[in-house]
């Protein structure tokens, strides 16, 4: 059984970080995971806060390639059932991002996903001031998987520093879908 996408509102809002707690609009909570969990030792913090006069998730670390670590992320399981959602509607990803002009990853997992370090990403950079970022689903790159990614199986989303060592500091205020690229704002470019 496949869900169909279930979001809040007519725009596709996921979040826009207004529950304190962490739980999305999806009804499921955001998690903060390093590469600790594998013996790297990059660390993070992860808050839910007003940042230049929004509410926000914010995570912030400092990303270290010793003991073949390398990351640091926040991801959202798209379901609480453990079903796959199916986005196939929509276009794509928006994010509302801000950070330190740094490059970050937008991973997507599906089912195809069946190793920790498998998903499809996209790369994106977070300047000083809050913008609305678009990433079409045909964006994403397969990172160890062989199969295309498929809108119709997603899991989870992440937002994540990874692949060299700096100082990562991230604030998104909204994450949602979007149903097709307004004619005045192009996909950002993969920096």
Known sequence: MTLKATVAS?????????DPDGRSRLGTHWRLVTDTVMGGVSSARMSFTAANGRRAL????????????????ANLDLTSQGQPLD???FAGLRLIVR????RYNLHLKSRDCTLPWQ?????????????????PFEHFTPNRLSASLAADQLTQLGLVAIGRA????????????????DAGSAPSPSG
């Open 87 to 89: 986005a196939v509607d």
């Open 58 to 73: 914010c995570v912030e670390g400092e990303v270290k390639l010793e003991h073949n670590g390398g990351f640091l992320q």
């Open 99 to 102: 950070g330190n002009g740094e």
């Open 119 to 135: 998903a499809y990403r996209a790369t994106f950079v977070a300047g000083p001031d809050w913008h609305e970022i678009r990433v």
């Open 10 to 18: 007519a725009d596709g809002l996921i979040d826009d970080f207004r």
């Open 166 to 181: 700096f100082r990562a500091q991230l604030c998104v205020a909204e994450v949602g879908w979007y149903r097709d690229l």
